[in-house]
């Protein structure tokens, strides 16, 4: 029996909003150090490895529980494991804003990759069971769309307010307001949905799918600074192998974490993948243009970071005119082809930028994520119509882990493009740290007399944009390619997609 989908009413509409700002935090929370760990290095006084490690366990436990958690969600409600979600978030933010020592930070920080774990795909399993009219739920998700990309960039220039103004545990204390709001109103706003029928939960899954994710996701974040090492190499080998092995018993449980049957639905596979090749888009171009503004160009963190906000302006109107344009009845398979094309052609505006081309650069970033937002508001939505609401957990969680693949992925192979291209353009004559990275390079460069250390300045900063321009054209490429298997498999989903009952599954 086919049943009619019912309108949103400003019940949902007030709820969407007040899901969208842990989602807003839980992006910000990527890049909220990335003005503040000086400040941290100051006062706590952390060793090398435990810099990095406050830096990234917040990311490596994202990425391995997102799996888990939106399985979980399907089974206990997603309602619920949101606000408990959302509690360990608030309270690990309370801890890291007052740690006394660099092993509580790291803690506080790996418990917040937990809370953002679980708040992720709930969110958007939530708008999926609240909005189950096809144009609403498309702009509903067009809107999460905008603020996960957005989160990302204002977090690193709101991290650099913070600090500036108060002291680095204040990037923390904003997560609380939020949070508390949501354990407030989230039991009056939000329904609770679940699985009817889930079966018992497949608890050997999860530490198979933290051995799949982390050490690939490892592995492809170090390769642009360190190269492709040999225990980095294993590091992806490794993960790949217990990648297999997951996939494997998926195959074979009698109650998978990941029902296989997913992969089924009329465009979801190929959703999946499109959702990757955005991110790949997305953070590649991330690695090279924070860099390109703040050290050749020569701008203040600060600076740099209001400008990297600019390109952001144009994110808010994407998401909602690509859904426009499907609710009036374009091919979503064509929005998603034109999206990826936009997206190539910011980066075909990159290959244009030289040592001081700001506005060509803004331009290309304003461009790029255009492009990569309509896309991903698209893809999400296909991905989650196709998906049965019962899986709507397990379906988003797949997406976004699939999003991290493709964000480390763009970061490792363009990074590594782009730091080939850097190493041959500067000097054989330079000492050796200048051949590593931009920023040794102008380290070496400053205690040089005069012209010498002038003239090495300078071949660093073209040999870095150099490599940005080559990177820029690999990733059009990977994305000129992207736009042809958009149409190739996307023209049968239509706007209105088909309705999926259990027993179908």
């Known amino acids: 029996m086919t049943t009619t989908p019912s309108l949103a009413g400003r019940r949902e509409w007030t709820a969407l909003g007040v899901l969208m700002l842990p989602l807003l935090l839980v992006s910000m929370d990527v890049s909220v150090l ?56 608030g309270a690990a933010s309370l801890v890291a804003a007052y740690a006394h020592t660099a092993e509580t930070l790291i803690a506080a920080r790996a418990v917040l990759g937990v809370g953002g774990a ?48 108060f002291w680095w545990g204040s990037v923390f204390l904003v997560n609380l307001p939020a949070m508390v709001l949501l354990l407030v109103l989230g039991p009056v706003l939000l329904p609770e949905s679940r699985d009817p029928a889930p079966g018992r939960f497949d608890w050997p899954s999860v530490p198979l799918s933290l051995a799949a994710v982390l050490p690939v996701v490892y592995g492809l974040k170090e390769i642009p600074s360190e190269g492709f090492h040999v225990r980095y190499v294993m590091s992806i080998t490794v993960g790949l192998l217990f990648a297999a092995l ?124 255009s492009g990569v937002t309509a896309v991903m508001s698209q893809i999400m939505d296909l991905a989650l119509s196709t998906a049965p609401v019962e899986r709507a957990g397990a379906a988003s969680s797949l997406m976004e882990t699939g999003a991290e693949f493709g964000g480390a992925m763009g970061m490792a192979l363009l990074g590594s493009i782009g730091t080939a291209v850097y190493r041959h353009g500067v000097p054989d004559s330079a000492p050796a740290a200048a051949h590593e990275t931009l920023g ?45 298997m958009a149409a190739m498999t996307l023209r049968a989903a239509r706007k209105k997609t088909a309705s999926f009952s259990p027993s179908g599954i």
């Not at 460069?445 to 005069?450: E, I, K, N, S, Y």
């Not at 660093?460 to 944009?465: H, V």
């Open 34 to 89: 990335y003005f503040a760990i000086p400040a941290i290095s100051a006062d706590l006084e952390p060793s090398g490895t435990q810099q990095l490690w406050i830096f990234d366990i917040y990311g490596f436990v994202l990425a391995g529980l997102l799996m888990t958690m939106g399985a979980l969600g399907d089974r206990v409600g997603r309602r619920r494991l949101l606000l408990i979600g959302a509690a360990a978030f």
């Open 118 to 165: 679980t708040l992720m795909p709930t969110t958007v399993a939530l708008v999926r069971s609240m909005f189950t009219d096809a144009g609403q739920r498309a702009k509903a998700i067009g809107l999460w769309s905008a603020v996960m990309t957005g989160g990302v960039a204002l977090g690193s220039v709101l991290s650099g307010v913070l600090v500036e103004h």
């Open 246 to 369: 997951f996939v494997h018993r998926q195959r074979t449980a009698p109650s998978p974490m990941i029902s296989p049957a997913l992969l089924r639905g009329r465009g979801f596979a190929p959703s999946l993948v499109l959702n990757a090749v955005t991110m790949f888009g997305m953070m590649g171009s991330a690695y090279f243009t924070t860099q390109y503004i703040q050290s050749v160009l020569d701008k203040s963190a600060m600076e740099a970071a209001l400008w990297a906000l600019l390109p952001s302006v144009p994110i808010g109107f994407a998401a909602p005119f690509a859904a426009h344009l499907v609710r009036k009845g374009v091919d979503r398979a064509h929005v998603v082809t034109a999206g990826f094309a936009a997206a190539a052609c910011g980066y075909v505006i990159l290959t244009a930028a030289g040592t001081d081309s700001l506005t060509v650069v803004l331009i290309a970033c304003a461009v790029l994520a």
């Open 440 to 484: 040794g390079a102008l380290a070496v460069a400053d205690h040089l007399p005069g012209r010498t250390g002038d003239a090495l300045a300078a071949a660093a900063r073209e040999a870095f944009t150099d490599g940005m321009r080559g990177a820029a054209i690999a990733a059009a490429a990977v994305l000129v390619l992207a736009a042809v």
